[in-house]
């Protein structure tokens, strides 16, 4: 197939940023909020409907989520992809991100694969930020996390000559965000990348393309379609048990090391990291 | 109140609200600062598909009507007034090339109309022809197979920015209404020219400017139905955009009471917040009875208006002159509300004031509206009182 094949998975979340959590289960309560799509996940769509727009090719979109995440599939074609996959079955409830992860990557498997994934960095809600990674280890697909910009992208050339010599491979080379600036990476394709909301500003929707949303077709798939091993999707599958939910303390502390020349300072950091048996 | 606005409608007015609040309210001081035309948003707004709510679907609209587009000058109004005009007037622009244009006409320049690609605006305004239109001295000179165009037009809607211009001329100053003359003319035509850039109370990111025309040469192919049929090219077009106008007067009109309202359950004084007072909770009453009475006479017109009513031109003026005068009542309510602040800049209710007080002045200043109800009102009496002996 001509172009880019990109899949992008999100998350319907609740559309507040205050979750209120079940003291009893330790899980979100989510009855009485409106739904939107992860915010996060806006930009992954964006992301894939630029790269279509640049490359061709096509954009899946795909959630696991109660019957009513079909809405924010709807929302996402009408921003423009051009299918999405709803995975949905009451095996599915209480996933942790392992278990989503798997049932996700199934998914992915049963598609054919894609020349790229692109998650958001992370859910409003859960804030894990783990599906992303756990996704790209079930495919064993290399992954790059909070991209803030996709340098190049190039689906390769085929083996052209039919003799067996190698085209040209397929690569992304992306600027990851760090805390102190930026690490650029690059990657063969396929590949999973996870987008922070610097990589670019999400479109509106077009009324033309609410209309075509409304009436399009949307994939369901249930456990027994994705052929998932029981024992490791929904709540039989997550081993997580969350035992109280806060904000950690931020205990890092930087400190810079005076001294007049380049060798004092080798030698004094050398000590401290030998005092605090770093070394 | 429900108006029970089919799916579709929803939609439109949904969309245009998030647009609206996440995209427009954010940026409406800033723009009306710098006096600068909001060309961002006008983009936002054509990509969204907005600019063709009221074409037909065979020149690439979404097949509404006016009813539509009143929906999205609402919602587009309660965050600011300039942008929704600056989106209101490629619609004033483009109905007369849907109401009277030829099917090429049509084809040529409808499409790109409601794609938003291009900007179209309606210019009839001259110095000395404001409520007196008939008196326009832009004249129009048949010469083979074009018309020659001079004079000059003043205070026109989205002048300089616009590329399609319903252009009123006369072919004839001495037969007044009958001369007039409607055409087309494309930005860029040689010897149509931009002049001065008006510096406004209101609406300010909206573009307000003079296009002049010095020999300028027109196809005659850009002629909208036949000479001499200008003013009525004007009047029809006006009976369906002054409905507009008053939904521009209903969205600014709520925004200052959604903010007045708000306002009053934050600021306390004497130990309450001011909305416990009577004094603020009956102006506050006061003021929704009246943004929700005009939304009803706009509504109801514009749907009378596409459900194929006839003559409606009693009803537009009503639509227009009422909720005009709502607005600037209800705005000037929502600075008295936020007192001290409410006349400062660093809060929105002033400019919605200023926003306001134009939707009582163009597309037929009130006094013209009243004229125009008055008259059909008393044609009306006069048919019945020689009808029954």
């Given at each position: 197939?001509?172009?880019?094949?990109?899949?992008?998975?999100?998350?319907?979340?609740?559309?507040?940023?205050?979750?209120?959590?079940?003291?009893?289960?330790?899980?979100?309560?989510?009855?009485?909020?409106?739904?939107?799509?992860?915010?996060?996940?806006?930009?992954?769509i964006?992301?894939?409907?630029?790269?279509?727009?640049?490359?061709?090719?096509?954009?899946?979109?795909?959630?696991?989520?109660?019957?009513q995440?079909?809405?924010?599939?709807?929302?996402?074609?009408?921003?423009?992809?051009?299918?999405?996959?709803?995975?949905?079955?009451?095996?599915?409830?209480?996933?942790?991100?392992?278990?989503?992860?798997?049932?996700l990557?199934?998914?992915i498997?049963?598609?054919?694969?894609?020349?790229?994934?692109?998650c958001?960095?992370?859910?409003?809600?859960?804030?894990?930020?783990?599906?992303?990674?756990?996704?790209?280890?079930?495919l064993?697909?290399?992954?790059?996390?909070?991209?803030?910009?996709?340098?190049?992208?190039?689906?390769?050339?085929?083996?052209?000559?039919?003799?067996?010599?190698?085209?040209?491979?397929?690569?992304?080379?992306?600027?990851?965000?760090?805390?102190?600036?930026?690490?650029?990476?690059?990657?063969?394709?396929?590949?999973?990348?996870?987008?922070?909301?610097?990589?670019?500003?999400?479109?509106?929707?077009?009324?033309?393309?609410?209309?075509?949303?409304?009436?399009?077709?949307?994939?369901?798939?249930?456990?027994?379609?994705?052929?998932?091993?029981?024992?490791?999707?929904?709540?039989?599958?997550?081993?997580?048990?969350?035992?109280?939910?806060?904000?950690?303390?931020?205990?890092?502390?930087?400190?810079?090391?005076?001294?007049?020349?380049?060798?004092?300072?080798?030698?004094?950091?050398?000590?401290?990291?030998?005092?605090?048996?770093?070394v | 109140?429900?108006?029970?606005?089919?799916?579709?409608?929803?939609?439109?007015?949904?969309?245009?609200?998030?647009?609206?609040?996440?995209?427009?309210?954010?940026?409406?001081?800033?723009?009306?600062?710098?006096?600068?035309?909001?060309?961002?948003?006008?983009?936002?707004?054509?990509?969204?598909?907005?600019?063709?709510?009221?074409?037909?679907?065979?020149?690439?609209?979404?097949?509404?009507?006016?009813?539509?587009?009143?929906?999205?000058?609402?919602?587009?109004?309660?965050?600011?007034?300039?942008?929704?005009?600056?989106?209101?007037a490629?619609?004033?622009?483009?109905?007369?090339?849907?109401?009277?244009?030829?099917?090429?006409?049509?084809?040529?320049?409808?499409?790109?109309?409601?794609?938003?690609?291009?900007?179209?605006?309606?210019?009839?305004?001259?110095?000395?022809?404001?409520?007196?239109?008939?008196?326009i001295?832009t004249?129009?000179?048949?010469?083979?197979?074009?018309?020659?165009?001079?004079?000059?037009?003043?205070?026109?809607?989205?002048?300089?920015?616009?590329?399609?211009?319903?252009?009123?001329?006369?072919?004839?100053?001495?037969?007044?209404?009958?001369?007039?003359?409607?055409?087309?003319?494309?930005?860029?035509?040689p010897?149509?020219?931009?002049?001065?850039?008006?510096?406004?109370?209101?609406?300010?990111?909206?573009?307000?400017r003079?296009?002049?025309?010095?020999?300028?040469?027109?196809?005659?192919?850009?002629?909208?139905?036949?000479?001499?049929?200008?003013?009525?090219?004007?009047?029809?077009?006006?009976?369906?955009?002054?409905?507009?106008?008053?939904?521009?007067?209903?969205?600014?009109?709520?925004?200052?009471?959604?903010?007045?309202?708000?306002?009053?359950?934050?600021?306390?004084?004497?130990?309450?917040?001011?909305?416990?007072f009577?004094?603020?909770?009956?102006?506050?009453?006061?003021?929704?009875?009246?943004?929700?009475?005009?939304?009803?006479?706009?509504?109801?017109?514009?749907?009378?208006?596409?459900?194929?009513?006839?003559?409606?031109?009693?009803?537009?003026?009503?639509?227009?002159?009422?909720?005009?005068?709502?607005?600037?009542?209800?705005?000037?309510?929502?600075?008295?509300v936020?007192?001290?602040?409410g006349?400062?800049?660093?809060?929105?209710?002033?400019?919605?004031?200023?926003?306001?007080?134009?939707?009582?002045?163009?597309?037929?200043?009130?006094?013209?509206?009243?004229?125009?109800?008055?008259?059909?009102?008393?044609?009306?009496?006069?048919?019945?009182?020689?009808?029954?002996?």
């Amino acid at each position: 197939m001509q172009g880019m094949n990109v899949a992008v998975l999100i998350k319907q979340v609740p559309e507040t940023t205050d979750v209120k959590i079940n003291r009893e289960t330790n899980t979100l309560m989510r009855e009485g909020v409106a739904s939107i799509i992860n915010p996060f996940d806006m930009y992954a769509i964006e992301e894939a409907l630029r790269i279509r727009e640049q490359h061709g090719g096509k954009v899946t979109v795909i959630t696991m989520g109660p019957p009513q995440a079909e809405e924010a599939l709807r929302q996402a074609l009408a921003l423009g992809a051009d299918e999405a996959v709803l995975l949905s079955d009451r095996a599915f409830a209480g996933a942790d991100t392992l278990a989503t992860s798997y049932t996700l990557a199934k998914a992915i498997e049963k598609l054919g694969g894609f020349d790229l994934v692109i998650c958001g960095k992370q859910a409003a809600d859960g804030d894990t930020a783990q599906v992303g990674p756990e996704v790209a280890e079930n495919l064993d697909l290399p992954h790059v996390t909070y991209v803030r910009k996709i340098e190049e992208l190039s689906l390769g050339s085929p083996d052209s000559d039919g003799g067996g010599s190698a085209g040209a491979p397929g690569f992304i080379r992306v600027q990851r965000m760090t805390e102190e600036g930026y690490e650029v990476i690059e990657s063969p394709l396929p590949a999973l990348i996870t987008v922070v909301k610097e990589i670019n500003e999400p479109r509106m929707p077009s009324i033309k393309g609410m209309l075509r949303a409304k009436k399009a077709a949307i994939t369901l798939w249930t456990a027994r379609d994705l052929g998932v091993d029981a024992s490791r999707v929904g709540l039989a599958g997550s081993p997580t048990r969350v035992i109280r939910v806060f904000t950690p303390e931020q205990r890092r502390r930087g400190e810079i090391i005076e001294g007049a020349t380049v060798q004092e300072k080798v030698r004094t950091l050398v000590a401290k990291l030998k005092e605090t048996h770093l070394v | 109140m429900n108006y029970f606005l089919t799916e579709e409608q929803q939609m439109i007015r949904d969309l245009a609200r998030k647009i609206a609040e996440e995209k427009v309210a954010p940026r409406a001081a800033e723009f009306d600062e710098a006096e600068e035309f909001p060309w961002d948003l006008i983009k936002i707004l054509a990509e969204a598909g907005l600019f063709g709510v009221w074409v037909p679907e065979e020149y690439g609209g979404l097949g509404g009507g006016v009813f539509e587009q009143c929906l999205v000058v609402e919602e587009l109004s309660r965050a600011c007034g300039a942008v929704a005009v600056s989106y209101a007037a490629s619609a004033l622009g483009g109905f007369p090339i849907l109401l009277f244009g030829t099917d090429e006409q049509k084809r040529k320049y409808m499409p790109d109309i409601a794609s938003g690609a291009r900007l179209a605006a309606f210019a009839l305004t001259e110095p000395d022809a404001g409520s007196d239109a008939s008196n326009i001295r832009t004249t129009a000179t048949r010469d083979g197979d074009y018309y020659i165009l001079n004079g000059t037009k003043q205070w026109i809607t989205s002048g300089g920015e616009a590329e399609i211009y319903t252009v009123i001329a006369t072919v004839d100053p001495s037969r007044g209404a009958r001369g007039m003359t409607a055409f087309v003319v494309e930005k860029g035509t040689p010897g149509f020219e931009f002049g001065k850039k008006e510096k406004k109370m209101g609406i300010r990111a909206s573009a307000t400017r003079e296009l002049i025309f010095q020999d300028c040469r027109v196809p005659a192919a850009n002629l909208l139905d036949r000479e001499g049929k200008g003013f009525i090219v004007a009047m029809r077009t006006f009976d369906r955009t002054r409905p507009g106008v008053a939904a521009q007067a209903v969205g600014i009109a709520q925004g200052a009471l959604d903010r007045a309202a708000r306002y009053a359950t934050e600021r306390v004084q004497f130990g309450k917040r001011i909305a416990e007072f009577q004094a603020i909770e009956h102006m506050i009453a006061d003021m929704a009875t009246q943004v929700e009475a005009a939304r009803a006479l706009v509504y109801a017109t514009a749907r009378m208006i596409d459900a194929g009513e006839r003559d409606f031109s009693k009803e537009a003026s009503m639509a227009k002159v009422f909720a005009s005068d709502v607005a600037m009542r209800v705005t000037t309510d929502a600075v008295q509300v936020f007192g001290g602040y409410g006349y400062m800049r660093d809060y929105p209710v002033e400019k919605m004031m200023r926003d306001a007080k134009i939707t009582q002045i163009y597309e037929g200043t009130n006094q013209i509206q009243r004229s125009i109800i008055g008259s059909a009102v008393i044609k009306q009496a006069i048919r019945r009182a020689s009808s029954t002996p």
